[in-house]
């Protein structure tokens, strides 16, 4: 399978605190894309590092990106209760023009 | 800019029943995928098209599924017969090739299919 790795599987905090996930993935890439999925609803692109980036950010959001070991980490800052969703990581993979997707980390933010 | 459409939002049906979904991408992306959430899991490629040819379609699960791009434009992916383990979200998304790299892949809001 080249389905990526995410952890933790859940993670629980209270607002205000930063929230930190993690990716691995198993190929060679272009990309690395961070989705956010509310309960019930569509994709939300979050932001997108290329392979020659180590670090991006946007918002309260940011990403870094090491294909050395081939991982990744979103940090939130700041989490707020909306902040509550699951979040993925998709790589897109060399040759293909495709997303591979990770496992998802489910985050609660309690108010 | 419109997004990516996909109809319906939810769809419950029958076992053995058919259910045809539809795809409209963003207007000019010649790329539009298919992918599937089932049951809180993983996101799972099912496939993909360069406009009117399907490029990939190496994740789809058997012949109960089809997918059609008539013309480039939209798509629908058909389910028949539907089991019940093909219930979950159904995501599409599109894309233009040459700017993958700067704004990655706009998803639709998914179609909910609950096969009872």
């Known amino acids: 399978s080249q389905q990526g790795e995410e952890d933790p599987q859940a993670l629980s905090i209270q607002e205000g605190e930063n929230a930190t996930m993690n990716c691995s993935y198993k190929t060679s890439i272009n990309n690395l894309q961070w989705y956010r999925q509310n309960s019930g609803r569509g994709l939300v692109h979050l932001i997108l590092?290329?392979?020659?980036?180590r670090e991006k950010h946007s918002g309260r959001l940011r990403v870094t990106l090491d294909t050395s070991k081939k991982s990744s980490s979103l940090l939130i800052t700041a989490s707020r209760a909306a902040d509550t969703a699951s979040y993925f990581c998709a790589t897109d993979a060399i040759p293909t023009d495709k997303l591979i997707f990770g496992t998802g980390t489910r985050l609660q933010v309690f108010p | 800019e419109a997004g990516v459409t996909q109809f319906p939002s939810h769809s419950v049906i029958e076992k053995g029943q058919t259910v045809t979904l539809r795809c409209d991408p963003i207007s000019g992306h010649d790329n539009l995928y298919w992918y599937r959430r089932v049951m809180g899991k993983e996101i799972k490629f099912l496939l993909h098209f360069v406009k009117e040819s399907k490029q990939d379609e190496s994740g789809m699960p058997n012949n109960r599924f089809l997918a059609e791009r008539t013309g480039g434009t939209y798509s629908t992916l058909k389910v028949q017969p539907a089991e019940l383990e093909d219930s979950g979200v159904y995501f599409c998304?599109?894309?233009?090739?040459?700017?993958?790299?700067?704004?990655?892949?706009?998803f639709g809001s998914g179609t909910r299919l609950t096969v009872v």
């Open positions: 590092i290329r392979s020659n980036e």
């Open positions: 998304a599109s894309s233009q090739r040459d700017t993958i790299n700067l704004y990655g892949y706009t």
